[in-house]
């Protein structure tokens, strides 16, 4: 199984609604990374936690980080139809040498 | 800046034809990487380059070549096309002193057939 995975794999909300996507990894990690991909375009670079950090925050996202559990958190407040994409994290094993992502969530923000 | 580009967008191949998929930054980016991205599957690495001249392998190589002469390109050839490698491939870079932030071309669609 993969080194990092999303849960849910899709997800649906009202705009308005906060969406919330975990991510669970097997092995220990320099840092772990957040990624939107809009269809048929590549993926942004959102947000970064490194491995000594608890939460960090971006705007509308608020990222979490769980070491002793391997798993992180995306949350997107007050979401907009905008925020419909693909979300991805990706856990950096090797200080950028190695990074590892997900089968991402697909989150659909409806108007 | 132009950013990441790749060309072609999308290309049809039959099994057993070679290609190369092109890869440019004009960012001056350090750290230059080629994924594929399959349903499910999330983004996986094919070869990576730490700098002009220097290249490695990744989680999923075989099948493919990769070379640096170059800071800004970095192309990735398919020697013999089979049906699995149908996917879409990224290129992505990353600045130098910031290898922890990658920046993603628009990304190539290819199906082999």
């Known amino acids: 199984s993969q080194q990092g995975e999303e849960d849910p794999q899709a997800l649906s909300i009202q705009e308005g609604e906060n969406a919330t996507m975990n991510c669970s990894y097997k092995t220990s990690i320099n840092n772990l990374q957040w990624y939107r991909q809009n269809s048929g375009r590549g993926l942004v670079h959102l947000i970064l936690i490194r491995s000594n950090e608890r939460e960090k925050h971006s705007g509308r996202l608020r990222v979490t980080l769980d070491t002793s559990k391997k798993s992180s958190s995306l949350l997107i407040t007050a979401s907009r139809a905008a925020d419909t994409a693909s979300y991805f994290c990706a856990t950096d094993l090797n200080y950028g040498q190695n990074f590892v992502f997900g089968p991402g969530t697909r989150l659909s923000v409806l108007p | 800046n132009a950013g990441v580009t790749q060309t072609p967008k999308f290309q049809v191949l039959k099994t057993g034809q070679s290609m190369t998929l092109q890869c440019a930054q004009d960012m001056n980016h350090e750290y230059m990487s080629w994924y594929r991205q399959d349903p499910g599957m999330g983004l996986r690495l094919i070869h990576y380059s730490v700098g002009a001249g220097i290249t490695d392998q990744g989680e999923v190589p075989n099948g493919y070549n990769v070379s640096r002469s170059t800071t800004e390109d970095f192309p990735l050839r398919l020697l013999s096309a089979a049906p699995s490698q149908t996917s879409v491939y990224f290129c992505?870079?990353?600045?130098?002193?910031?290898?922890?932030?990658?920046?993603f071309g628009p990304g190539t669609r290819l199906l082999v057939l």
């Open positions: 992505a870079s990353t600045p130098r002193g910031m290898r922890e932030t990658q920046y």
